[in-house]
């Protein structure tokens, strides 16, 4: 029993350990490190009470699940001995119902049971686009990260890349669980190192770091990203568990562990990062002036050319681990190696990530189709004869093989949009959807829910400090909208002066 929980743990960790480690530390440019430190346990504990709501819910669900299948199940033989059915009928009827009844919770199915019409539409198309934005952002995260292994440019690695790993997905689902546990074991270990050698290296070279708490604000979009995601693969790996207390305890503290020990990756890795590489590009506005490398003496053109800041890896769309191997390389050749081990995490974490999420995508996209053309027994919605359990698998694997193919032209397109993608459409995608699932949490403790008991609420004053989720998610949706806002202008500003300029 223990070795499930320890799944639930890594495959958690998986889902989690991605983000931040990729664009967490290229954000700190301008803010340092100790304002993104207070952002980033701020967002730490908002998720936490996240986790709490959503294990009640998926108690809540469960329960609701059982006990329709009872008053249908009561109903059913109450008919069949009112209209003497046969009981083949009868029974295949009891089956079923039974085959309802122990449907996996989803998050199309909690929207469905506790949003009203309209809204749950909205969770549902927020879930599938930010999920496909983060699995975007790994798809020029991870083509990029083998093309640096490989020395082949990203454009044609990102096919294969995005091909092998959806068939995993599509065709080997029941094979990704024992497959993530045992990378994740392995990039856990993998990290681990790379992060104490980091630090090592950072405490030896003590870059200069500018702490600027005016500019708190640049983490706290990616910040709510890298923690964020664990609602996605919480349900999936809800049904494995006992539906008892001490079971649902359990799960609820490997989700918190997978939680704790990523923020504190997380956090170590941004000081390592930021101990290394320099934050400002300050050869955006110098003048031309020597400057002295080994025994070369270079102009300011020269030399800028090859000077790597956190702020230059931002502007190109890089991930954070780029500026950090690339300034390793080339100033501090005795550490060498570490590039190398840093090279090889960086792969087996996004592939990991990529499976888990993209499994989390796959159950979404399951829960929608199920319940839209085959949870109703003769539904009008499609032929009989395609009304069976193979045809519905083939449904649901070509409609993901197809959102896939969405997900890798977009990313093709855009080769270096890493950071817009994930700190833009991502993090508005998942803040908006946090706040849904506040709305899905009080609404699953009214009305006839009320009465309903579970194995383990959360307390009385729990409840009272949950009603800050919404207020503290509305903000980052806001603030995500008005930096998309500035950041337009600017943009347009800028190009309708670069535009004059070239007149």
């Not at 952002?137 to 454009?155: D, F, M, R, T």
């Not at 693969?233 to 609820?252: A, C, G, H, S």
């Not at 990062?273 to 080994?294: K, R």
């Not at 449904?395 to 993608?421: D, E, Q």
């Amino acid at each position: 029993m223990s070795i499930i929980y320890l799944q639930i743990y890594f495959v958690t960790i998986a889902c989690i350990l991605g983000t931040g480690i990729l664009g967490l530390p290229v954000t700190l440019y301008k803010s340092g490190f100790y304002p993104f430190l207070i952002s980033f346990l701020t967002t730490f504990f908002f998720q936490v009470l996240l986790i709490f709501i959503t294990v009640e819910i998926l108690q809540r669900a469960c329960i609701n699940q059982f006990l329709a299948f009872k008053e249908s199940l009561d109903k059913e033989l109450h008919d069949a001995l009112q209209n003497k059915k046969e009981e083949s009928e009868s029974s295949e009827d009891e089956d079923n119902l039974h085959n309802h009844f122990i449907t996996p919770p989803n998050l199309h199915m909690l929207s469905e049971m506790f949003l009203c019409n309209g809204v749950r539409h909205i969770f549902d198309f927020l879930a599938v686009l930010q999920l496909s934005s983060v699995l975007i952002g790994y798809c020029l995260a991870g083509s990029e990260s083998y093309s640096e292994i490989l020395h082949i440019e990203k454009v044609y690695i990102m096919p294969v890349y995005v091909c092998v790993l959806s068939s995993f997905i599509i065709f080997a689902l029941h094979l990704i669980k024992p497959i993530v546990s045992f990378l994740t074991l392995l990039k856990g270990l993998a990290f681990a190192l790379t992060v104490i050698i980091t630090c090592i290296i950072g405490f030896k070279i003590r870059e200069n770091v500018i702490d600027d708490y005016h500019n708190i604000g640049n983490s706290f979009l990616m910040g709510t990203v890298a923690l964020g995601g664990t609602i996605y693969v919480m349900p999936f790996l809800y049904k494995d568990i006992v539906q008892n207390k001490t079971e649902i305890r359990k799960y609820l503290l490997a989700v918190l562990s997978a939680l704790t020990t990523c923020t504190i990756l997380n956090i170590l890795w941004c000081w390592s990062v930021l101990s290394i590489v320099p934050q400002l590009d300050f050869c955006s506005n110098s003048a031309v002036i020597p400057h002295f490398v080994g025994n070369n003496t270079l102009t300011t053109p020269d030399y800028c050319e090859s000077y790597i800041s956190l702020e230059k890896a931002a502007s190109n769309g890089e991930i954070s681990t780029t500026p950090l191997v690339k300034l390793i390389k080339q100033r501090y050749q005795e550490y060498a190696w570490i590039s190398t081990l840093i090279e090889i995490f960086i792969v087996i974490s996004i592939s990991v990530a990529f499976l888990t999420l993209g499994t989390a995508l796959q159950d979404i996209v399951s829960g929608i189709i199920h319940s839209t053309f085959f949870q109703q027994r003769n539904n009008n919605c499609l032929p009989v004869q395609w009304q069976t359990e193979m045809r519905e698998k083939i449904i649901k694997n070509i409609s993901t093989g197809i959102l896939f193919g969405i997900i890798f032209l977009i990313a093709i397109f855009s080769l270096k949009s890493f950071i817009t993608v994930m700190e833009k459409v991502s993090s508005f995608a998942l803040n908006t959807i946090n706040i849904l699932l506040f709305f899905m949490y009080t609404q699953s403790r009214r009305g006839k829910n009320s009465n309903v008991e579970i194995p383990l609420p959360n307390s009385k004053w729990m409840n009272l400090i949950n009603y800050l989720l919404p207020v503290y998610f509305g903000f980052a949706v806001i603030y995500d909208g008005l930096v998309t806002i500035t950041d337009y202008l600017e943009s347009s500003k800028h190009n309708k002066t670069l535009f004059r300029f070239q007149i």
